[in-house]
């Protein structure tokens, strides 16, 4: 059994005990215990199941590499899954579920698949579930979605209860990981004067090294780690934060940290997770390494861990996961985990070495009464949910001449891989090490930044090294190396002389035993999450797959959640193996950020709810919301849709605006709409470019409706423009469109005339403007006082300062519903007072205010068209019928030569016209128009498509626009247009000008 | 995540604050021009793995544009300048051929 020692646990504090549950049972810790190691405390070696097969899986690593120990912590709307045990700090009331079985975690129906597995080789999905072709939907399919997805999802009507935050720093140096080698290359760099940022994920400095022991200047690696933190915290130009991953490496320095401040104890106050956004210089890399598992028969069960991880447990946690232990490894490493495990009184009843002879450290095991059996292998360790017995063979061979011991946990050690994640993040590359049998990080091809030099320096394990004098050695080389390159000229004080017991080398060992047979073969298992086996990934090279990038996605190796930080080396050392090629030429897939998941509260941080994305709104906005308004989003402005009175549907109201706004007088707040100064000796020039029509000829005092066209020819805006003075245009543009219309013209001005002499400011928030509508419009103003609104004084298409009221303005003559309309502009700061008074003296002219749907319909009526809805992006005024407005005295403007194009000039282009429902209903939006004949895939061919479509009170009819092929020409006919309900509308083609044709309402 | 340097207001703008604006040193061809002209002015780019010039523009800062040089293989960049030129200056045509030797781009090299 897995139990907790009396004595021992360097991280846990005896005196306080925590009270926690896994899967409904309570269990009790320490402060200081990570979930993994309270769980193995209580004997709770099982923690979850495999993906694929549902096999129980223990825990078999001790950091964020772990596979297996996957659990969903947490409840209700702070439930998570997939979070790693090893990595989650214990704290009093942590709730814990496994994952991936059904009923429980002892007894699971999907096991069943385990029996299963020779049928389910890899590819099994490609190959299995093609034929017969309709089993895919009713049974393939099914199943599929029943037994896919890794944890549970959390409650869909749940919402994060917690905060999440960004910060951004910038620093001359970055040092990612705060082991030795961080903790020296930090104060090696810092010694130099430079700004440097320390972060480490874990909530301890020191890394490994004190678990692994050795001495600096001739004192315990643990006191160094003391007293070089100390150091670090009491220097002003060093941050250190711990509980913080360097998550990835990106373009010119940047680099994200995933800070986790209150999972270890939500009581506390403050954002749960924060996200940094780090811009450095210089990036050092000093992420450690991960030891590699030892791929033979049986690696999986539980019991089966990594030497190192032991070691973790026995020295950090005081937990020894067996009492009879066998030791598999092919270098040195492993004897100290042998050694720790013996002094702390557990049966260690055999070291087996795949190699013939071992260093020093295995003599000192040897002394300690430890057997050691050089060439020796294990050919396959037996036991369901826990390790039963192993059956020990040589390394030479199959697998035959087994002896079985029993035991009751293994540690296994297949030599150490750098992590180097964070180095290749950015497009840092490779070698391979012959000696170490792992891929390092090249020095000479770093990730290259925006002066085309080397910005990232790995350091310590992370770069090779893996003895402690060469870390520490390494280490303080790159934070010189670092700070030196960010500017900063490195003090030439001595680097610390580490030492530990020396080794012997490692050798590599792919597959124990080295010829295993297929049976042991089909037990081996690379990946633990994802259930990928030595032969599976035999099997796909045989099948052909001969890119390492291939054989990931055809067999899913390195695809689970841990991405393959355990599994990937020794999955393409075999794929290698199986393609008779070197490991080099085989080569890594790509790493890829973040280093282990993120969460996604993180990724948003504040930017969620009302602060997402903000919100523009009107100096009337809070008139609109006392009084009803039904709001709808324009760009980022919010519109009212429609004024909804008590009892009233958002239809009811639509109507009733409609026929007031014809019939009396409605009020439109305006506001929203693009407003541009164009000013400057050669703004008339310049207009003349960016529309169609000619605005250098408007007369000062005089309005023109203008449209704009991309240099592609197809219609982007358009809008009312107004000449101030003899240099100054206002135009008018369309809600949302004048960030962009700004953009464009500023484009031209700076990239293709900048030696026009034109300005353009947008003023669109400097003016509150509100549409005066209908019959009643010029009474409500004449009632109101000041300057003269006739019909000589101010005609159509005309503007005016003065006086309305006590309200200095500008009335502009224009009408977007035919009737008679001013749009008047007044200072932004006025806008709620102007619209009080119209609204306090329309009372006798039956007043109301409407909303932009009513818009719509009232410029539906009569046929005038809006982007965005008569505009897709692929339209052309002519199309509209707009020929009129393209002017044919300039010799330029942009669209101009586009619209000369043969696709512009087909007769076929689809053109507009007014729509009229056969039965008076209204046409469904978007709804295509089919014609003869059907195309090439079997369907009706289209010949058109609604872009308008409303129900019109005055006409009591729907009404709507749309672009048909040859519409104009075809008059009276009847379309069909077949609806998403099954029905097919039937729909007249007529005139788009629905209401008072000749203009007689607004001509007063 | 890019860091340009705006040549109008002198910052060093991270992307975020930057947006991109396609090829540089267009000609631009307008009414009278023949369809092939007026084809490869809208649509032909270069497209090319290495030195390469584009258009920027401070969006979400000074607001001005500019004009890159940059290499789209490494990122590295080899200046930034006004852009209101057809051509790039002299400093960051040697600013490339330092670094790149024997480089070409369209006309220019």
């Known amino acids: 059994m897995s139990t907790r020692l009396t004595k021992q646990g360097r991280l846990i504090d005896r005196s306080k005990k925590i009270s926690f549950t896994f899967n409904g049972t309570t269990m009790q810790g320490y402060a200081g215990d990570t979930l993994a190691s309270a769980l193995l405390a209580n004997d709770q070696m099982m923690m979850g199941r495999s993906f694929k097969y549902h096999r129980p899986r223990g825990v078999v690593a001790s950091g964020a590499e772990e596979p297996n120990a996957l659990v969903g912590l947490g409840q209700g709307n702070r439930f998570e899954p997939n979070q790693r045990a090893t990595t989650t700090e214990l704290f009093n009331g942590l709730t814990s579920v496994s994952q991936n079985h059904w009923p429980n975690l002892d007894f699971d129906i999907g096991a069943v698949n385990t029996a299963l597995a020779r049928f389910l080789p890899a590819g099994f999905y490609y190959k299995t579930f093609i034929h017969p072709k309709p089993f895919w939907k009713h049974i393939y399919e099914p199943f599929i979605r029943q037994s896919a997805g890794l944890g549970k999802a959390p409650d869909k009507d749940s919402r994060d209860a917690d905060t999440y935050e960004h910060f951004y720093a910038f620093t001359d140096v970055l040092v990612i990981g705060g082991g030795v080698a961080g903790l020296q290359a930090a104060r090696a760099a810092a010694q130099s004067g430079a700004k440097v940022m320390l972060i480490e994920q874990s909530a301890h400095w020191g890394g490994r090294a004190p678990v692994d022991g050795g001495t600096v200047d001739g004192q315990p690696v643990d006191k160094f780690v003391e007293q070089l933190v100390s150091e670090l915290e009491t220097m002003k130009n060093v941050t250190l934060r711990n509980r913080c991953m360097g998550a990835g490496v990106y373009d010119h320095g940047y680099a994200l940290g995933y800070e986790r401040l209150t999972d270890h104890n939500p009581g506390m106050q403050g954002p749960r997770h924060r996200l940094w956004r780090i811009r450095a210089k210089q990036i050092v890399t000093a992420t450690g390494a991960i030891e590699r598992p030892l791929s033979f028969a049986g690696n999986d069960v539980p019991g089966v861990m990594l030497a190192s991880a032991m070691r973790d447990y026995l020295v950090n946690w005081g937990v020894v996961p067996g009492e009879r232990v066998i030791i598999a490894t092919n270098n040195d490493d492993a004897y100290r985990s042998a050694i720790l495990l013996k002094q702390a009184g557990v049966d260690v009843l055999r070291v087996v070495d795949a190699r013939a002879t071992a260093g020093p450290l295995a003599e000192e095991a040897r002394q300690l009464g430890i057997r050691v059996d050089p060439g020796k292998a294990i050919a396959k360790v037996k036991g369901g949910k826990r390790v039963k017995s192993v059956q020990l063979c040589n390394q030479d061979g199959i697998g035959g001449a087994r002896e079985e011991v029993e035991a009751d946990a293994v540690a296994m050690s297949g030599g150490w891989s750098p992590v180097v994640h964070l180095w290749s993040h950015c497009g840092g590359k490779l070698i391979w090490d012959e000696a170490q049998a792992h891929f390092r990080p090249d020095p000479t091809r770093p990730p290259l930044g925006a002066d085309g030099e080397g910005f990232v320096i790995a350091a310590g394990s992370a770069n090779g090294p893996l003895a402690l004098g060469d870390i520490l050695a390494d280490a303080d080389a790159a934070g010189k190396a670092a700070a030196k390159a960010a500017g900063h000229k490195p003090k030439r004080a001595k680097a610390p002389v580490g030492e530990a017991s020396s080794e012997a080398p490692m050798e590599p060992v792919w597959l124990m035993p080295a010829n295993a047979d297929i049976q042991l073969r089909g037990k081996a298992w690379l990946d633990f999450q994802n259930d990928v086996k030595v032969s599976d990934v035999q099997l796909a090279a045989r099948e052909g797959y001969e890119s390492v990038e291939h054989t990931k996605r055809y067999t899913t190796l390195g695809m689970a959640t841990d991405q393959g930080k355990l599994s990937n080396i020794n999955g393409l050392a075999i794929l290698a193996n199986a393609l008779d090629a070197e490991i080099p030429q085989v080569g890594t897939t790509t790493f890829r950020p973040p280093y282990t998941p993120i969460s996604m509260g993180a990724i948003g941080g504040e930017a969620r709810g009302e602060v997402f994305q903000p919100i523009r709104q009107t100096p009337m906005h809070d008139w609109h919301d006392k009084h009803g308004a039904d709001w709808e989003p324009v760009g980022h402005w919010r519109r009212t849709y429609a004024y909804v009175r008590p009892g009233e549907s958002v239809h009811d109201a639509v109507n009733r605006e409609v026929k007031n706004t014809r019939d009396n007088l409605g009020l439109l707040d305006a506001s929203t709409l693009g407003k541009l100064i164009v000013k400057g000796p050669d703004a008339g020039r310049f207009l003349d470019m960016m529309y169609t029509n000619m605005m250098s000829t408007l007369k000062v005092g005089k309005c023109r409706y203008g449209l704009m066209c991309s240099e592609n020819g197809f219609l982007i805006d358009d809008g009312v423009v107004a000449r101030i003075d003899e240099d100054t245009w206002l135009c008018h543009t369309t809600t949302g469109g004048a960030e962009r219309t700004h953009g464009h013209m500023e484009e031209w001005l700076q990239t293709e005339w900048w030696d026009w002499k034109v300005y353009v400011a947008n003023v669109t928030e400097q003016y509150a403007q509100v549409a005066v509508v209908g019959p009643n419009a010029r009474k409500v103003l004449e009632k109101l006082g000041g300057m003269d609104v006739s019909k000589e004084a101010l005609p159509f298409m005309e503007w005016r300062d003065g006086k309305i009221g006590d309200f200095d303005c500008r009335a502009y003559r224009i009408s977007f519903s035919g009737e008679l309309s001013y749009e008047i502009a007044v200072p932004a700061s006025q806008g709620q007072a102007f619209w009080d008074a119209l609204l306090e003296a329309g009372q006798e002219f039956g007043v109301m205010p409407y909303g932009t749907e009513c818009l719509h319909i009232l410029r539906a009526e009569k046929g005038f068209i809006m982007i965005g809805d008569e505009t897709d992006g692929t339209v052309i005024p002519q199309d509209l019928g707009l020929h009129w407005a393209l002017s044919k005295k300039k010799e330029d403007y942009l669209g101009k030569r586009a619209h000369d194009r043969s696709h512009m000039t087909d007769p076929d282009r689809w053109k507009l016209v007014g729509l009229e429902t056969v039965d008076g209903s209204v046409l469904p939006d978007g709804a295509y128009a089919v014609g003869e004949g059907v195309n090439a895939n079997g369907q009706r061919n289209m010949i058109g498509r609604v872009t308008s479509t409303y129900y019109s009170a005055n006409l009591g009819r729907g009404i709507a626009m749309g672009l048909i092929k040859h519409g104009p020409d075809r008059m009276g006919e009847i379309v069909e247009f077949p609806g998403t309900d099954d029905k097919i509308y039937k729909a007249k083609i007529v005139d788009p000008i629905f209401y008072d044709k000749d203009g007689e309402k607004q001509n007063v | ?109």
């Open chain 2, 1 to 109: 995540m890019l860091i340009l340097r705006c040549p109008c207001c002198g910052v060093d703008a991270e992307e975020t604050e930057l947006a991109a604006g396609g090829e540089a040193h267009l000609k631009r061809f307008g009414p009278g021009s023949s369809d092939d002209d007026f084809h490869d002015y809208l649509f032909m780019r270069e497209n090319p793995k290495g030195v390469h010039f584009e258009r920027w523009r401070h969006a979400n800062g000074c607001g001005k544009w500019f004009h890159v040089a940059r290499c789209t293989r490494t990122l590295e960049v080899f200046g930034t300048y006004s852009a209101q030129t057809t051509e790039p200056p002299q400093e960051i045509k040697d600013a490339i051929t330092a670094k790149r030797p024997g480089w070409t781009w369209r006309e220019f090299s």
